[in-house]
């Protein structure tokens, strides 16, 4: 049985940074693509980064594109999502999530996912 359990959540001011972490278990994680989504108050889940299984090859929703690096350590099982100069817009319940195949931006293409850390970003 696969687990994602994310962490690293909390209240941040504007423009601060947080590292959020995914703990893998249940399937060899270098075998599976990985991404970062989120879902704020009212909204529809979206798309937030992605990252291919072993090159390292990352795609980045436009509203994070250079506020936020993705990165796996597969010899750790662990996914992580830097994100800096936050903005009150970035509040949202962030899910990772894990898909067999190619590095993916679709949310409906993911097999498993966590249970989500909160993250909230105060102006």
């Known amino acids: 049985q696969v687990q994602l359990v994310e962490s690293g959540g909390g209240l941040v001011q504007a423009g601060g940074s947080l590292r959020l972490s995914c703990a893998a278990s249940?399937?060899?994680?270098?075998?599976?693509?990985m991404g970062w989504f989120r879902q704020a108050p009212g909204k529809e889940r979206e798309f937030v980064a992605t990252?291919?299984?072993?090159?390292?090859?990352?795609y980045y929703a436009d509203s994070v594109k250079g506020r936020v690096t993705i990165s796996r350590d597969n010899a750790k099982n662990t996914l992580y999502l830097q994100m800096n100069s936050l903005k009150p817009e970035d509040t949202a319940v962030y899910y990772c999530?894990?898909?067999?195949?190619?590095?993916?931006?679709?949310?409906?293409?993911?097999?498993?996912w966590g249970q989500g850390t909160q993250v909230t970003v105060s102006s």
């Open positions: 990252i291919s299984r072993t090159t390292g090859t990352t």
């Open positions: 999530a894990l898909r067999w195949g190619v590095a993916s931006s679709s949310i409906g293409s993911y097999d498993y």
């Open positions: 249940g399937r060899t994680f270098s075998n599976y693509a």
